[in-house]
Antibody, heavy 118, light 107 residues
Framework: EVLLVESGGGLVKPGGSLRLSCAASGFTFSSYSMKWVRQAPGKGLEWVSS????????YYADSVKGRFTISRDNAQNSLYLQMNSLRAEDTAVYYC???????????WGQGTLVSVSS | DIQMTQSPSSLSASVGDRVTITCRASQGISNYLAWFQQKSGKAPKSLIY???TLQSGVPSKFSGSGSGTDFTLTINNLQPEDFATYYC?????????FGGGTKVEIK
């Protein structure tokens, strides 16, 4: 069974940093691209960042470019999102998702809430 | 960036109804279009990918069609468990973009 479990969310002050983790199991993690998607309270879904299986290709939304860094540890079956210079508008539930070989996001984690407030 | 426009933003329907949701891309995306269902407080769930291919385990009451710029999601015989918000997403090119969502409510 494919399982993705996010952790690391919490309350942080504007300008602060947070590192999210996504623990993967039930599939060969090193063979799949992965992505982060977020959802602000009461709003729609927003793609944040994606990484290819070996991290050769990495992409970011303009809204987080230069502040967020996606990374992965294939030996640990884990995906990360380092978030720096956090702003109030970064407040959201952050989901990690697997990208299948056709490009679709077929499995999602349950999400972790990040709140940026003073 | 490719803009995805979903309509309607919300609709009210009765149990047993057939509903159709549309998604329009600002430029051609071939068939790189996915549909997701999200229930309140839950993670999105993949329903359809490649515009018309049903994700494993998803009932055949859900169907998708379209190619290029215009796509539809159809739900037949609406049941209480189908009341949720539905999103389209293009994965033709980065940045991947989602539609604004369609909330399906009980009439």
């Amino acid at each position: 069974e494919v399982l993705l479990v996010e952790s690391g969310g919490g309350l942080v002050k504007p300008g602060g940093s947070l590192r999210l983790s996504c623990a993967a199991s039930g599939f060969t993690f090193s063979s799949y691209s992965m992505k982060w998607v977020r959802q602000a309270p009461g709003k729609g879904l927003e793609w944040v960042s994606s990484t290819s299986p070996s991290s050769s290709y990495i992409y970011y939304a303009d809204s987080v470019k230069g502040r967020f860094t996606i990374s992965r540890d294939n030996a640990q079956n884990s995906l990360y999102l380092q978030m720096n210079s956090l702003r109030a508008e970064d407040t959201a539930v952050y989901y990690c998702a697997r990208i299948d070989h056709g490009g679709n996001s077929d499995f999602w984690g349950q999400g972790t809430l990040v709140s940026v407030s003073s | 960036d490719i803009q995805m426009t979903q309509s309607p933003s919300s609709l009210s329907a009765s149990v047993g109804d057939r509903v159709t949701i549309t998604c329009r891309a600002s430029q051609g995306i071939s068939n790189y279009l996915a549909w997701f269902q999200q229930k309140s407080g839950k993670a999105p769930k993949s329903l359809i990918y490649a515009a018309s291919t049903l994700q494993s385990g998803v009932p055949s009451k859900f169907s998708g069609s379209g190619s290029g710029t215009d796509f539809t999601l159809t739900i037949n015989n609406l049941q209480p468990e189908d009341f949720a918000t539905y999103y389209c997403q293009q994965y033709n090119s980065y940045p991947f973009t989602f539609g604004g969502g369609t909330k399906v409510e009980i009439k």
